[in-house]
């Protein structure tokens, strides 16, 4: 197979799956390649436009995005397990510091509802159109 289609080395898959038998058709490799990057794309893409809401709603379709990426391309399989390797970590040192962990997830609470409130009380959102418009 081919590693010069524009699209990346493929990541690996089993030999007896549907993404390899895919692969083995020349009429169906590039297309579900296609697919596959759209799709991941889209994600992405969803995960952005969400940037403008408030809280954490961004990351996960980025991360579903950069998943469907890793299942095809490997450049995105080597982002996606480093990825993973520093969650892991952060994960590890979350449970092993769990008094600190929770310092500071609740003082990001406590930021989060400062500011909503400050937004709110103070019309932010309206003083920001008007000086926009």
Not at 67 to 79: G, H, K, L, M, V
Not at 92 to 101: I, L, Q, R, V
Request: net charge positive; with cysteine.
């Amino acid at each position: 197979m081919s590693t010069d289609d524009g699209l990346g080395k493929p990541a690996e898959v089993p030999h007896d799956g549907l993404r390899a038998r895919l692969r083995r058709n020349p009429a169906t490799r590039q297309p579900y390649r296609i697919a596959v990057f759209v799709a991941g794309l889209l994600c992405v893409a969803a995960g952005i436009a969400l940037a403008a809401l408030p809280g954490p709603l961004t990351i996960p379709p980025v991360l579903l995005g950069l998943w469907i990426w890793s299942t095809e391309f490997a450049w995105a399989e080597r982002f996606f397990d480093s990825f993973k390797a520093k969650a892991q970590e952060a994960w590890e040192h979350a449970k092993a510091n769990p008094k600190t962990s929770a310092l500071v997830t609740g003082g990001g609470i406590v930021a989060a509802v400062v500011a909503f409130w400050a937004v709110a009380h103070f019309n932010l959102v309206d003083k920001a159109k008007d000086t926009v418009l």
